[in-house]
Antibody
């Protein structure tokens, strides 16, 4: 069974870069037809898709965040990562990593989520 | 971006009730729609994909329908474990977007 686990700092200062890593276990990140994504949820609010890296290495990002987001993959560690630059308090959220099974399905695998607070 | 609008935002219901949640897209998304259930402090769980396909392991009381711009999630007989927030999500076009959520509360 594939499992995902987010890791990274829980507190980031305004204007700095938020960096998170998702470790995938129980399966290879580079095999199979999966879109490895980051999704966030501000406290008490709804879900926002941030972007994905496809198993082939291609990426796509939410247009509202595109100028500040980079998602990369390290196949040797079976991990993918998120960098979000120039953060503000509006970026405070629970950040989830998730795996979407092919184009036809939804996000079938989810990490437990990690709260990142932007504050000085 | 394609906007997804769910209604109602909150729904009060009793165990055994039939519950329907609606999700409308700002333009056609064919049938590229998923439904998720989220409980407090937990990650969302996939219930339905491709508008009407039941994810493996999900109880058959959950069903989805619709195509184009209007979709519904139906719970045929609400169970105590079903009180949660439900989200729709479109994946017809990049970027993918979620509805704002529907909270199903105990009446």
């Amino acid at each position: 069974q594939v499992q995902l686990q987010e890791s990274g700092p829980g507190l980031v200062k305004p204007s700095q870069t938020l960096s998170l890593t998702c470790t995938v276990s129980g399966g290879s990140i580079s095999s199979g037809d999966y879109y490895w994504s980051w999704i966030r949820q501000p406290p008490g609010k709804g879900l926002e898709w941030i972007g994905y890296i496809y198993y082939s290495g291609s990426t796509d990002y939410n247009p509202s965040l595109k100028s500040r987001v980079t998602i990369s993959v390290d196949t040797s560690k079976n991990q993918f990562s998120l960098k979000l630059s120039s953060v503000t308090a509006a970026d405070t959220a629970v950040y989830y990593c998730a795996g979407k099974r092919g184009y036809t399905s939804g996000f079938v695998y989810w990490g437990q989520g990690t709260l990142v607070t932007v504050s000085s | 971006d394609i906007q997804m609008t769910q209604s109602p935002s909150t729904l009060s219901a009793s165990v055994g009730d039939r519950v329907t949640i609606t999700c409308r897209a700002s333009q056609s998304i064919n049938n590229w729609l998923a439904w998720y259930q989220q409980k407090p402090g937990k990650a969302p769980k996939l219930l339905i994909y491709k508008a009407s396909s039941l994810e493996s392991g999900v109880p058959s009381r959950f069903s989805g329908s619709g195509s184009g711009t209007e979709f519904t999630l139906t719970i045929s007989s609400l169970q105590p474990d079903d009180f949660a927030t439900y989200y729709c999500q479109q994946y017809n076009s990049y970027s993918w977007t979620f509805g704002q959520g529907t909270k199903v509360e105990i009446k």
